[in-house]
């Protein structure tokens, strides 16, 4: 691998691979709040704590890692542990800021069964319906950052629709698609003007060999598993594929993530619902719910092995994308045309949450007017008095279950 450090930029700022994975096991058992929390305690930590870069440097790996897909957060830590120390840095970084929630939702597939049994359905239905008042609030406050005209709302608007009459696992990518074309063509006095520059430490070579590599696996890994069908190689392809096309992370991960696990029968909404309720109580990412996915399985590989298999799969387009695109960002990311397609990608995006908030988040959870109730007062909960997720989460399970 080769890591080349250009003409007048700062060496490595951060210390050992341990150091870092330290570091970032800190902020992973204690990162609360989703993706925009993250990024604050990041900046807390290594801008004015640490000062490993400044405030400038640290918005550009943020603008960076809005536009490229997967868990935005997740790859600003990424970006922030190779400017600690190169590539060994970006790794440390995603284990220490992944495995704690990993691990939690891994065990909590593992005793769902036992906790059932112990507590009744109550608890469950009220992680499905905490689930509905989550995404309710991503819905809402998307749509107010990446909707904020007529032409974009539209956008978000067809998109939902065009995926809810339209139920097929392609129907998110072909909206995702239609979005950014939209965009290119129709969105051209909405875009803003170019971010200022961002350094970078990796080797173009090195860059070039991931984005390969990445493409390569997105294109013919689909081919393998025609050629050589294997519950394994579907399982990566099927959680790759996912980590490769959410833009915007965090909870559009939901929709795609549902056509590919509950169409194909590998998981019940049941499960699905809870899993998803149950990654709002613990800090860290949410795309470590592909764990919980893949030790939920109704095939092997399932329990450690899946999880583990659909963790790495999810998250290693992320990890490709961001040492294959920091040498290249800064002349891509001044082209107005490339601006006004992603612009239209994130209106496509809220309106495939938009879709996965009717279903299969609704239409699993709301069932009667006290299930309403309780949604509609998580959401207030969470939307106006600004309470955590995870305490949200803990009292509308106590109350379900006492129901």
């Not at 090195?206 to 190689?233: D, E, T, W």
């Not at 915007?248 to 899993?275: K, Y």
């Not at 999810?314 to 107005?336: A, E, H, M, T």
Request: aromatic letters at 12%; one cysteine or more; proline letters at 6%.
């Amino acid at each position: 691998m080769e890591i080349s450090e250009r003409a007048g930029e700062k060496p490595f700022a951060g210390g050992s691979f341990f150091e870092i994975l330290g570091i970032f096991l800190k902020l992973g058992f204690t990162s609360f709040g989703g993706p925009t929390a993250h990024l604050g305690y990041f900046r807390e930590e290594f801008v004015v704590r640490r000062k490993w870069l400044d405030e400038r440097a640290y918005a550009d790996l943020v603008a960076l890692c809005q536009f490229l897909p997967g868990p935005a957060s997740s790859q600003v830590g990424m970006a922030l542990g190779i400017v600690g120390r190169g590539i060994r840095g970006g790794l440390a970084a995603w284990l220490g800021f992944t495995l704690p929630s990993a691990l939690l939702l891994t065990l909590f597939a593992f005793g769902f069964d036992t906790l059932q049994d112990m507590f009744g359905r109550g608890w469950l239905d009220g992680l499905k319906i905490v689930a509905v008042a989550v995404v309710a609030r991503a819905v809402w406050g998307m749509a107010q950052s990446l909707c904020p005209d007529r032409p974009r709302a539209t956008i978000a608007i067809l998109s939902a629709m065009g995926v809810l009459a339209w139920p097929a696992a392609g129907a998110q990518v072909v909206a995702i698609l239609a979005g950014g074309v939209i965009g290119w063509r129709l969105l051209k006095s909405e875009a803003g003007p170019p971010a200022s520059g961002l350094g970078h430490s990796i080797g173009r070579r090195l860059s070039i060999s991931c984005l390969i590599l990445f493409f390569g696996i997105l294109i013919f890994l689909p081919l393998a598993v025609r050629i050589h069908p294997s519950q394994a190689l579907a399982l990566f392809d099927s959680f790759f594929r996912t980590g490769s096309l959410v833009f915007g992370g965090g909870h559009v991960v939901l929709p795609l993530l549902q056509a590919e696990v509950i169409r194909t029968g590998w998981i019940t909404d049941e499960l699905f619902l809870a899993g998803y309720g149950a990654a709002q109580a613990i800090p860290g990412p949410l795309f470590t719910f592909s764990a919980y996915l893949g030790a939920s399985m109704s095939l092997p590989p399932n329990g450690w092995a899946g999880a583990a298999l659909s963790l790495v799969a999810v998250f290693l387009p992320s990890g490709l994308l961001i040492v294959g695109v920091l040498p290249f960002w800064d002349d891509l990311r001044s082209k107005p045309a490339v601006r006004c397609a992603l612009q239209g990608v994130n209106a496509a995006v809220v309106g495939l949450l938009l879709a996965a908030l009717y279903h299969p988040v609704w239409t699993g959870a709301v069932h009667t007017p006290a299930n309403f109730i309780l949604a509609l007062a998580a959401f207030g909960l969470l939307a106006l008095w600004k309470l955590p997720p995870w305490l949200v989460v803990l009292m509308v399970a106590l109350v379900s279950g006492l129901m």
